[in-house]
C-alpha cells in the first residue's frame, strides 16, 4: 500500500515557523510519505536546502518563480546552477509566468523563465512549472525549449481540461490539490475527469489553497487526504488506488524511481 507523495509544498514559508515540527511529526499517521519543498526566491533556496538535508521524507526544488524574478541576474542564476547537483535536489522549480500578478514585466519574465528551462535541460532535472492566466505564452515557450524532452509539471494546474490535454501530450503531470475540493471548481473537476490518472500528482501549495473542509485556513500535507477523496469520486475509483497511482507518478516526475534511497 502506498503512501500520499506531496508534489508541491512551502514549508520554509513564516506561516510554519511555530508548528514545523510538530507537523512534520504527524504526517506518516496521516499517509503521508514524501515531500517536495519548493523554492519560489532567493532567500529559500538556502532554507529549502537545509529542510531537504534534515528530513529523510523531504526533497527540494530549487528555482525562481515569475513573481519574484526582478532580482536575478546571471551571476545569482550559476550560484544556483552550482547546487543542482545536490543530491536532495530533484527538480528545478518553481519556474514559469504569472500575469495575474503581471510584475515584473512579462519580458523579464520570460526572460527569466527561458533561462530556467535551459538550466533544467543542463542539469537533466525536470521542472515545476507556475503558470497564471498566461497558457498561451507559457505553451509557446515550452514548445520553444522543447520542454518534453525536459519533462516536469505544471502545478496548480487552473486551465482548461482542452490546455491539459496538451501539456499530457507533452509528457507532462498536472498537479492537482485543493481547489478541486472547491464547489465552483468546475473546470479543475472537469481536468481531473478528463486527464488519465497517470498524469495527476496530488499537492497542496502548502499553506496556499487549504481543501474544503479548511478553505481559508493554513494549507499542509495534512489535508491531502482529502485532495485524494475528492479526486477518487471525480474518477469512480478508490481512494487508496488515487493514493498509490499518483505515489508512482511522482516519483517518475521527479525520477525518484531511478535513484537509490538516502
Ligand atoms: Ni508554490
Same mark, same amino acid.
Given at each position: 500500500?502506498?503512501?500520499?507523495?506531496?508534489?508541491?509544498?512551502?514549508?520554509?514559508?513564516?506561516? /510554519?515557523?511555530?508548528?514545523?515540527?510538530?507537523?512534520?511529526?504527524? !504526517?506518516?499517521?496521516?499517509?503521508?510519505?514524501?515531500?517536495?519543498?519548493?523554492? #519560489?526566491? !532567493?532567500?529559500?533556496?538556502?532554507?529549502?536546502?537545509?529542510?531537504?538535508?534534515?528530513?529523510? /521524507?523531504?526533497?527540494?526544488?530549487?528555482?525562481?518563480?515569475?513573481? +519574484?524574478?526582478?532580482?536575478?541576474?546571471?551571476? !545569482?542564476?550559476?550560484?544556483?546552477?552550482?547546487?543542482? #547537483? +545536490?543530491?536532495?535536489?530533484?527538480?528545478?522549480?518553481?519556474?514559469?509566468?504569472?500575469?495575474?500578478?503581471?510584475?515584473?514585466?512579462?519580458?523579464?519574465?520570460?526572460?527569466?523563465?527561458?533561462?530556467?528551462?535551459?538550466?533544467?535541460?543542463?542539469?537533466?532535472?525536470?521542472?515545476?512549472?507556475?503558470?497564471?492566466?498566461?497558457?498561451?505564452?507559457?505553451?509557446?515557450?515550452?514548445?520553444?525549449?522543447?520542454?518534453?524532452?525536459?519533462?516536469?509539471?505544471?502545478?496548480?494546474?487552473?486551465? #482548461?481540461?482542452?490546455?491539459?490535454?496538451?501539456?499530457?501530450?507533452?509528457?507532462?503531470?498536472?498537479?492537482?490539490?485543493?481547489?478541486?475540493? /472547491?464547489?465552483?471548481?468546475?473546470?479543475?473537476?472537469?481536468?481531473?475527469?478528463?486527464?488519465?490518472?497517470?498524469?495527476?500528482?496530488?499537492?497542496?501549495? #502548502?499553506?496556499?489553497?487549504?481543501?474544503?473542509? /479548511?478553505?481559508?485556513?493554513?494549507?499542509?500535507?495534512?489535508?491531502?487526504?482529502?485532495?485524494?477523496?475528492?479526486?477518487?469520486?471525480?474518477?469512480?475509483?478508490?481512494?487508496?488506488?488515487?493514493? +498509490?497511482?499518483?505515489?508512482?507518478?511522482?516519483?517518475?516526475?521527479?525520477?525518484?524511481?531511478?535513484?537509490?534511497?538516502?
Amino acid at each position: 500500500m502506498g503512501m500520499i507523495f506531496e508534489t508541491h509544498a512551502h514549508y520554509n514559508d513564516e506561516a /510554519f515557523q511555530e508548528d514545523r515540527e510538530e507537523i512534520f511529526a504527524q !504526517l506518516p499517521g496521516k499517509g503521508i510519505g514524501r515531500v517536495v519543498n519548493i523554492a #519560489s526566491d !532567493l532567500q529559500s533556496i538556502g532554507e529549502c536546502l537545509d529542510l531537504a538535508h534534515r528530513y529523510p /521524507f523531504m526533497y527540494c526544488a530549487l528555482g525562481i518563480h515569475p513573481s +519574484d524574478c526582478a532580482p536575478l541576474t546571471d551571476e !545569482l542564476l550559476e550560484e544556483i546552477r552550482g547546487k543542482l #547537483s +545536490d543530491p536532495r535536489v530533484v527538480a528545478v522549480g518553481e519556474i514559469g509566468l504569472d500575469y495575474y500578478w503581471d510584475t515584473p514585466d512579462r519580458a523579464i519574465q520570460k526572460h527569466w523563465f527561458e533561462e530556467q528551462l535551459e538550466m533544467a535541460r543542463r542539469a537533466g532535472l525536470p521542472v515545476v512549472i507556475h503558470s497564471r492566466d498566461a497558457a498561451q505564452d507559457t505553451m509557446q515557450l515550452m514548445r520553444t525549449h522543447r520542454a518534453e524532452e525536459i519533462g516536469g509539471v505544471v502545478h496548480c494546474y487552473s486551465y #482548461s481540461l482542452e490546455m491539459a490535454r496538451e501539456f499530457v501530450k507533452m509528457g507532462f503531470y498536472i498537479g492537482i490539490g485543493g481547489v478541486v475540493t /472547491f464547489k465552483n471548481a468546475r473546470k479543475l473537476k472537469e481536468v481531473a475527469q478528463g486527464i488519465p490518472i497517470d498524469n495527476i500528482v496530488l499537492e497542496t501549495d #502548502s499553506p496556499y489553497l487549504a481543501p474544503v473542509p /479548511f478553505r481559508g485556513k493554513r494549507n499542509s500535507s495534512l489535508y491531502l487526504p482529502y485532495v485524494a477523496e475528492a479526486i477518487a469520486r471525480l474518477k469512480g475509483m478508490s481512494t487508496q488506488e488515487v493514493i +498509490d497511482r499518483t505515489e508512482q507518478n511522482a516519483l517518475r516526475l521527479y525520477r525518484l524511481d531511478q535513484k537509490k534511497p538516502g
